[in-house]
């Protein structure tokens, strides 16, 4: 078989020039026409949700990975949520985990550098350069959960989704949560990998006490089915891979795939991980439709979403 390539002459590359008191969505305006490498996916990922976020008919999924809840982009996380630019959340337990102890207590700044068996002595447990107090962490965690479940079983709750779990604990915290916005705005937070973190620890501990409590994550399934097949077109924001990246992309192709993809990852595709995976391999599988608006951004999320964020607030109508 012969392969013709056609290569079609582009526009000129322009400079960049900024002056003091541009706005952001003039820079970003600079970087569509700049060839920049990676600036070009930018600006097409602002694009793309700009599009999806005012269609109407689009049922917008926004997933991310928990350790991002550990830092300063959980703000950006909770102001989109609260602003209603998604309809439903997919993340991991560790965003739970993270969002309840940032609310009770505080993480310090630490460095990628710091020597972990002093930390250790210390109490504190390092993810990346941010600092865990340990006291922050399981045992608090462990006493808000328990408090939490106590209630709901008091109240005759015996059996919970994690979109149960994750809307029970919005309603406990206070406006700095992702969580207390989602519940407040009836956006269902699904995480399909709720044990793998200290939230489902302590739903399973509950349960040793309480034998006919059940976890029924079957029911995530019901609700998103529900979502799925009557949505006219779908769309995402995925920051990080894994189980939160995948299960948005494996729900959609009940659909025939999203209609709009937006990906922020720092994966390699070469390893052939999930998480490396482009968008538009999505395409092979019918998660992401053919003819989708789509891009992959490389970059580390908590660099490029508060500019992300910041062009998409002054770009939307």
């Keep these: 078989m012969n392969l013709r390539f056609m290569i079609k002459p582009g526009k000129p590359v322009k400079d960049i020039s900024i002056k003091k008191g541009d706005s952001i969505d003039t820079i970003f305006d600079q970087m569509s026409k700049s060839g920049g490498f990676e600036s070009k996916n930018l600006v097409d990922g602002l694009n793309i949700l700009t599009a999806m976020i005012e269609d109407k008919n689009c049922l917008k999924f926004m997933s991310f990975v928990g350790a991002v809840v550990s830092t ?3 703000g950006v996380i909770t102001d989109m949520i609260k602003n209603r630019m998604c309809d439903v959340v997919i993340t991991t337990c560790g965003a739970l985990d993270h969002d309840i102890a940032r609310h009770y207590s505080n993480y310090l700044e630490g460095s ?24 922050s962490y399981g045992p608090l965690i462990e006493e808000k959960m328990q408090a939490f479940l106590e209630k709901a079983y008091k109240e005759g709750k015996r059996e919970m989704s994690t979109h149960d779990v994750t809307k029970m604990i919005g309603e406990h915290l206070g406006e700095d949560s992702f969580l207390y916005w989602a519940n407040k705005n009836g956006i269902p937070v699904i995480v399909p990998g709720i044990m793998d973190g200290a939230v489902g620890s302590q739903i399973w501990m509950f349960s040793q ?7 029924n994550i079957v029911t995530d399934g019901d609700l998103l089915s529900g979502l799925i097949f009557k949505a006219k077109k779908s769309g995402a924001l995925m920051i990080g891979g894994g189980i939160s ?10 659909r025939e795939g999203l209609d709009y993809a937006v990906y922020v990852t720092t994966a390699q595709e070469f390893d052939g991980s999930l998480s490396g995976a482009l968008v ?8 992401v439709t053919k003819n989708a608006k789509q891009t992959t951004i490389h970059a580390e999320a908590t660099t490029i979403l508060p500019f992300l964020y910041s062009a998409l607030l002054a770009k939307l109508k």
């Excluded at 710091?114 to 107090?133: A, F, K, Q, T, W």
């Excluded at 990246?245 to 009940?254: E, F, P, V």
């Excluded at 538009?280 to 998660?287: F, P, Q, T």
């Design 280 to 287: 538009r391999e999505a395409i092979s599988w019918g998660k």
């Design 112 to 135: 990628f550098t710091m020597d972990d068996s002093e930390l250790m002595e210390e109490e504190i447990h390092r993810l990346g350069n941010v600092l865990v107090p340990m006291k």
């Design 72 to 74: 300063g982009l959980r």
């Design 245 to 254: 990246k995948h299960h948005t992309l494996w729900w959609n192709q009940y």
């Design 209 to 215: 006490n309480h034998p006919d409590f059940k976890l």
